[in-house]
């Protein structure tokens, strides 16, 4: 399965942002992080987007984790996040009985 992470924050707010990334801690060897990738358009500032890889059962502790880093960045004017699990095809056709 996983988890994915959006981030946005205006380009007033880069440096900041940048600081504390580099100061980030390590990511437990049971999440495969893809990203982050950049992004930025004029109406929502700059974004990032990542994907975390995670087996099935560590989804509590991977997404307790990933709220802890993200959680570094509150204080910087303007960041947002969203965080939000994917269940792989056959993870949801079990959810629904056809699996």
């Given at each position: 399965m996983i988890i994915v992470t959006n981030i946005a924050y205006p380009p007033e707010s880069a440096q900041d942002m940048a600081k504390r990334f580099l100061e980030a801690p390590?990511?437990?060897?049971?999440?495969?992080?893809?990203?982050?990738?950049?992004?930025?358009?004029?109406?929502?500032?700059?974004?990032?987007?990542?994907?975390?890889?995670?087996?099935?059962?560590?989804?509590?502790?991977?997404?307790?984790?990933?709220?802890?880093?993200?959680?570094?960045?509150?204080?910087?004017?303007?960041?947002?996040y969203e965080i939000k699990p994917f269940l792989d095809v056959e993870e949801a056709l079990k959810m629904i009985g056809m699996g």
């Open positions: 390590q990511f437990p060897e049971y999440l495969t992080r893809k990203g982050p990738y950049i992004n930025s358009t004029l109406n929502d500032g700059i974004t990032t987007l990542s994907v975390y890889e995670l087996d099935k059962s560590k989804l509590g502790e991977g997404y307790e984790f990933i709220g802890n880093y993200l959680a570094i960045f509150f204080g910087v004017p303007g960041f947002k």
